[in-house]
Structure formats: C-alpha cells, structure tokens
C-alpha cells in the first residue's frame, strides 16, 4: 500500500539555521503530497501542498518539490524562527481509493533556539 | 477563516464503556474523515464519509466503532465499547474532494 517515509527527529537548530526535513513516498497512483505542521497544543494545518510532478509548493517561507523520478517531497526553509518549532508531516493523498485519505509519515519534532 | 471544531478537546472513559467524539465540519464541505496518532505515532487513517455513507475504511474501524452524520452539522465517532488500545489523539477532518483537508485541534481520548 501507499507508504510515507520521513526523516526521524527530532531536530534543533538555531535561529536563522537552514532547515531541510526530507520525505520520500510509495504510491499506486500518481498521489497530491502535501506538508502539515502542528504546533504546540493545536490541530493539524496544511502548510503546502503540491499536485503534480515539478510542482513546488511554497508558504510562510517553507518549500517543498514534487519529485517523481526521486519519489521525494523535501521540505527547505532557508532561515528558521523560534516560532517554526513545531512537529512537520509529510502526507500523500491517492485517489485510487476513491475517499482521498492521507497517509502520514511519523512527523519530524523541530525546535528552533534563539 | 472556517473551522473544524471538535468537542470535547479530553475525554476520559473507563474501559469497557461507549465514547462518542463530535466534529462540526466546515458547512459547505462534503467529505468528512476521522484519523487516530496513538502518543509518539504517526497519524493513521480510519474512516472516510461522503454522502451519508462510508466511503472507505482502514483495517483499525472495526465493528467497535461506527460514524453517523446526525442532523447535517455534527459527524459522531462512537467507540462501542472502549479498550486501553483505543488511548489517542482523534482528529477529524473535512473537505471538498479536491481540495486539501481541514483538521480540528483533536480529542484526547484517555482509557483508564
């Protein structure tokens, strides 16, 4: 079945830091990739998305490319605030099932100091 | 911005008796979702909804559980009868179809 791997945390970095979490997936289909952050005490929210191939989706300074023939969804942030620390999901939507669920990685716990 | 809200935000049950976890999706959206993250797992699905029926299922929405769309506003999860294993964070989901879901901040479902 569809599978979602992600990068084990957790990870710190300083502020300012160059941030990459990397993704790589297994799907059936041709799947949409998007990134979910949660913060402290709060629910999930989408923080980019893309849905095809050499799509780069983009929010709040964060980037992620859809790349087909590497299987993989990094997520860059090229300077990194206390206020990113947060734990990030990789997740794929396949419309093979019909219901398009998401299926998640495990999360990447990032604490950023000041 | 709209929504997902859930109540309650914890819940603690003993073992053995019925929970039921409420979700008020977004009104215009269409397909409603419930997912578990068991503590220092990874978010799993379990049920999808759409047009007053299941859509699909995982391997863990067994009989003991069953989802019902009340009144057009409310989406229930209702765990028959709760056992240790059912401790975790639930969250629904709703959506458009073609359209990224939106998350509620969770129930907290503790089985003592």
């Known amino acids: 079945g569809d599978s979602v791997t992600q990068m084990e945390g957790p990870v710190t970095l300083s502020e300012e830091a160059f941030l990459t979490i990397n993704c790589t997936y297994t799907?059936?289909?041709?799947?949409?990739l998007f990134w979910y952050v949660q913060y402290p005490g709060e629910g999930l929210q989408l923080l980019l998305k893309?849905?095809?191939?050499?799509d780069k989706g983009s929010n709040k300074g964060f980037e992620a490319t859809y790349r087909k023939e590497t299987t993989s969804f990094h997520l860059e942030k090229g300077s990194v605030q206390v206020s990113d620390s947060a734990v990030y999901f990789c997740?794929?939507?396949?419309?093979?099932?019909?219901?398009?669920?998401?299926?998640f990685g495990k999360g990447t716990k990032l604490t950023v100091n000041p | 911005e709209p929504e997902v809200t859930q109540t309650p935000s914890h819940q603690v049950t003993q073992m053995g008796q019925e929970v039921i976890l409420r979700c008020v999706p977004i009104?215009?959206?269409?397909?409603f979702y419930w997912y578990r993250q068991i503590l220092g797992q990874k978010v799993e699905f379990l049920v999808s909804?759409?047009?007053?029926?299941?859509?699909?299922k995982s391997e863990i929405f067994d009989d003991q559980f069953s989802v019902e769309r009340p009144d057009g506003s409310n989406f229930t999860l209702k765990i028959r009868s709760t056992k240790l294993e059912d401790s975790a964070m639930y969250f629904c989901?709703?959506?458009?179809?073609?359209?990224?879901?939106?998350f509620g901040d969770g129930t907290r479902l503790s089985i003592l």
């Open positions: 989901a709703s959506g458009q179809g073609n359209q990224p879901q939106h």
């Open positions: 799907a059936t289909g041709y799947p949409s």
């Open positions: 893309a849905t095809k191939a050499d």
């Open positions: 997740a794929l939507s396949d419309l093979i099932g019909g219901s398009e669920k998401l299926v």
């Open positions: 009104s215009n959206h269409l397909y």
């Open positions: 909804f759409y047009n007053n029926e299941i859509s699909e």
